[in-house]
């Protein structure tokens, strides 16, 4: 008899110290290693007939079980996929960005899972370790000391120009991505017009690796 998954409901308000962006009780999936997967109460039927295990890298944590293979060798699958069912060359999204990682938690409810190419799924991620700028699509070129726009289509780099201000760098990258990515809106930089413009670079920015699944 195939093991099966632990499903809760539980109280995302009194969760330690609460989850912002979580105001009630939410349908999980018990992974091992201490987390667990946030579902939608149309696919409990289906998910906790299996058990899943947590996979864990760059801040990043996946459910995955692990389904035969020809008999003999055994494949990985990903509850996320298992889920959406991409087609060839498409790639599942993760709206959120993962922002529940640090507690423990990944959110593979219907609302937060999209199919997408890879060069959309690219542009839905925060700004990579070593950036000058606060954000995406924005660097301080040494040279001209300005900011530097530019976003990446189809593998391909379109530059957008240079500009004094971060902000402004930062909003011609926000029109590129309405232009090139249509729909993707959490791919675009927040702005925040009350803080400070920065005129200089600023220390490493983290940030997590993109969705390649």
């Not at 992974?31 to 039927?45: F, N, W």
């Not at 998910?47 to 899943?52: T, V």
């Not at 301080?140 to 593998?155: F, L, P, S």
Request: contains cysteine; hydrophobic residues 30%; proline residues 5%.
């Amino acid at each position: 008899m195939k093991p099966r998954a632990t499903v809760l409901l539980r109280d995302t308000v009194n969760w330690g110290q609460g989850i912002p962006g979580l105001t009630g009780y939410e349908i999980c999936i018990v992974l091992t290693r201490g987390y667990v997967a946030l579902i939608s109460q149309e696919d409990v039927q289906e998910l906790s007939g299996y058990s899943w295990n947590a996979h864990v890298s760059f801040q990043q944590v996946r459910a995955i079980r692990h389904a035969p293979l020809d008999g003999r060798k055994r494949q990985m699958v990903y509850m996320h996929r298992w889920l959406m069912k991409p087609t060839a060359g498409q790639q599942v999204d993760h709206r959120d960005q993962h922002k529940f990682f640090g507690f423990k938690l990944v959110d593979n409810r219907r609302q937060n899972l999209r199919n997408v190419t890879q060069s959309q799924n690219q542009h839905n991620r925060r700004p990579q370790v070593g950036c000058t700028s606060r954000y995406k699509g924005v660097s301080w070129h040494t040279r001209d000391e300005k900011w530097a726009a530019g976003i990446r289509v189809n593998r391909r780099l379109i530059h957008l120009g240079y500009f004094t201000s971060e902000t402004e760098a930062a909003k011609q990258y926000n029109q590129a991505h309405e232009l090139h990515f249509p729909g993707i809106s959490e791919g675009m930089n927040q702005i925040d017009l009350a803080a400070p413009d920065q005129t200089a670079p600023v220390t490493q920015v983290p940030s997590e690796q993109p969705d390649t699944q």
